[in-house]
């Protein structure tokens, strides 16, 4: 790993910060250049808007990049000199002009944000020689149910070893999934056989946006459920949809948006509705639905009656494979729980499918 690769790993660049310490912006890129070794040498820095970072070390004299820089057979005092100052010219617009991301990649920055909203569960780090490895794990028993890794491609398609030194590195989550879904999952590009775990039971995701955040998110679910209610209890629920004796029911706060579906007409029609399929959520469980801006307010208290209904669906916006059924208990008037409220009600966010804070419970039933 060169030098602006290994400085700029896990970083993303904050534009305007950009902008105020000097890079000019040249259609969609930030570019930068800096004299440094006394003026004997120029460096040419490029940032893209996505956060990629390239540096090019020009000898003025010749005007040839100076190609010792990143070659580690290269050692000695003055080619020393110019890595050191070269680095304290990248380690200034890191710290000046850059934020620390978790990840590397994007989706998996974005998958930690979604588990932290909807369960409030942040990552470990329990590989000593593996500090970028990270597990999500299940407090109550300290299952985790989901693992993120940095690997190289080859490991995960099956190429000969040893990989070439030019072999794309992706980070991957292993997540566990019911058996009967795993061929059909596997047909699916970007996931793969799991490295390192059980493949009959778990699942390799390369986080590269190969998988859409959607469906990520539903395993994600998925996975999180084995941990929480153990193997045969999952099982148990998806053969048998009205035995609710796996687990006690649950109640979720569920995202409805009115750009795309009218709710409200919905449930003027009829008290019973067909809904997009969590995996995680069962007959007999509760939902209170939050109707998203302009109206930013939970609306509705409903029970699901039925689960794991087979639909196909793929539109612009959303992805549907099966349906649940819900019926309307209560409605709430639109200034009863507001989006302000919801904060201070220990929930900062409804992107998706979350559990419930024992405060809103306590909130909800006064009305």
């Not at 920055?109 to 569960?121: H, P, S």
């Not at 999934?177 to 390369?206: C, F, Q, R």
């Not at 190969?210 to 209890?233: P, W």
């Not at 819900?326 to 008037?333: A, K, S």
């Amino acid at each position: 790993m060169n030098i602006v690769d290994n400085l700029f790993r896990k970083q993303k660049p904050v534009l305007s910060k950009l902008e105020n310490f000097g890079f000019k912006k040249q259609g969609r890129v930030y570019v930068l250049s800096r004299f440094f070794m006394n003026g004997d040498f120029r460096t040419d820095i490029t940032v893209t808007p996505g956060g990629s970072v390239t540096a090019r070390v020009t000898d003025t004299a010749t005007d040839e990049e100076y190609l010792p820089l990143n070659v580690e057979s290269y050692t000695g005092e003055f080619v020393g000199k110019i890595r050191t100052e070269f680095s304290l010219i990248l380690e200034d617009i890191r710290t000046c002009c850059f934020t620390e991301k978790t990840f590397i990649s994007d989706q998996a920055n974005r998958m930690t944000d979604i588990i932290l909203e909807k369960y409030g569960e942040s990552p470990d780090h329990p590989f000593k020689k593996e500090p970028d490895y990270v597990v999500f794990r299940y407090p109550d028993n300290r299952k985790w149910y989901a693992l993120i890794m940095n690997i190289r491609k080859n490991l995960l398609t099956g190429k000969k070893h040893p990989p070439a030194p030019n072999d794309e590195t992706v980070e991957i989550v292993n997540l566990k999934v019911k058996e009967e879904k795993l061929d059909d999952l596997l047909k699916v590009p970007g996931i793969y056989p799991a490295y390192h775990m059980k493949k009959n039971s778990w699942i390799s995701i390369t986080l590269d946006g190969s998988v859409n955040d959607g469906l990520l998110t539903e395993l994600i679910d998925e996975s999180r459920t084995f941990a929480v209610n153990g193997e045969k209890s999952v099982k148990r629920a998806s053969k048998d949809k009205t035995d609710l004796t796996s687990r006690a029911p649950v109640t979720w706060i569920i995202p409805a948006n009115p750009k795309y579906f009218d709710i409200d007409e919905a449930f003027e029609k009829s008290r019973e509705i067909h809904w997009k399929q969590s995996s995680n959520v069962l007959p007999g469980d509760l939902i209170y639905m939050y109707v998203a801006s302009p109206v930013s307010a939970v609306r509705y208290k409903c029970l699901v009656t039925d689960s794991d209904i087979p639909h196909s669906h793929n539109g612009r916006h959303v992805t549907i494979r099966k349906l649940m059924k819900i019926r309307l208990l209560r409605t709430y008037p639109e200034d009863f729980c507001t989006i302000k409220k919801l904060r201070k009600l220990g929930i900062t966010a409804v992107r998706g499918p979350r559990s419930v804070t024992e405060s809103f419970l306590n909130e909800m039933e006064k009305e």
